[in-house]
């Protein structure tokens, strides 16, 4: 394995290193505040809190980074386990919504997809069209209608508020049905030859064909589903045990850092364990989108 990479990179032109070592430090100037999220986590409160004083100092000098701890502490891991499980409450919240609503689109996106993409009926292109029109609206646009929607069905400040919606995501609907587009006809000719149905079809040709593209929509849509700030806010206004970790992050004080960096630090192992295992999809599903 050595000895072929050592090969390529040999084999590289001049204009190929320069990008790779580019891109190498791209790399690591986006992972930086993960790393520090991660070190920072074990520093003790008190160390913490003194470090976070000196942000908004107008001296000349530059803010000190801190490489490591004076004292290694595990105190704000014991205290969000053991003794205030807020946080912990507040990310089960996460995973719940998350969950929640990966399962609705999984079991509406797909078939939406699919009956915009391989069935003709009166209506379809302008459903189709609002779709896209959806899709290019920001959420403070629809945000007054769906309070609107969701107050008539009494679902306000509930659980639905934030899953129902979000389980109806338009810009998936569009990636595949792009995607779903493409599929030559042929493999469902040769399909029905064989006495496969539409229902059989989609289960046993497009899913399938579909793989590489579900995994990453999979993978984007975790990452706005784990992500989300204002549905919560909006939809659950009044029910703030309801609401997800990631809502929490916005209302921490200099005071609570060192339990807000532990907090961070689990809570960014979901999506980057996520990511680790769609990343072959992610990057097959990107070269084919290119390709068609």
């Not at 699919?114 to 646009?141: E, N």
């Not at 539409?198 to 849509?221: E, T």
């Amino acid at each position: 394995m050595a000895r072929r990479r050592r090969r390529r990179l040999g084999q590289m032109t001049f204009g190929g290193k320069i990008s790779l070592v580019l891109l190498l430090l791209l790399s690591a100037v986006i992972l930086i505040p993960i790393v520090f999220t991660f070190l920072y986590s074990f520093f003790p409160k008190g160390e913490m809190t003194a470090y976070l004083a000196k942000r908004g100092s107008y001296e000349d000098t530059w803010l000190e980074v801190l490489y490591a701890p004076a004292m290694f502490s595990l105190r704000q891991y014991y205290k969000i386990f053991i003794e205030d499980p807020t946080y912990l409450q507040l990310f089960c919240n996460s995973a719940l919504y998350t969950g929640a609503i990966l399962l609705g689109q999984a079991l509406i996106i797909p078939l939406t997809a699919y009956a915009l993409s391989r069935f003709k009926f009166h209506g379809r292109d302008a459903i189709f069209f609002l779709i896209m029109l959806l899709m290019i609206l920001p959420f403070q646009v629809t945000m007054a209608p769906s309070v609107m929607m969701l107050r008539w069905l009494g679902l306000m400040d509930t659980v639905w508020a934030v899953i129902l919606p979000m389980c109806f995501s338009p810009f998936y609907i569009f990636l595949l049905r792009q995607f779903m587009v493409s599929i030559p006809n042929e493999l469902l000719e040769a399909g029905m030859v064989d006495g496969v149905g539409p229902v059989r079809g989609f289960i046993h040709v497009i899913l399938p064909v579909c793989k590489p593209i579900l995994g990453a929509a999979a993978a984007l849509s975790f990452a706005d589903c784990w992500n989300m700030v204002e549905q919560p806010m909006v939809y659950l206004a009044n029910k703030s045990s309801l609401w997800p970790l990631s809502v929490m992050f916005n209302k921490i004080s200099t005071e609570g850092a060192d339990v807000a960096f532990a907090g961070a630090a689990l809570y960014i192992l979901p999506a980057l364990f996520i990511y680790l295992y769609f990343q072959e999809d992610i990057v097959a599903g990107i070269q084919l989108s290119e390709l068609k």
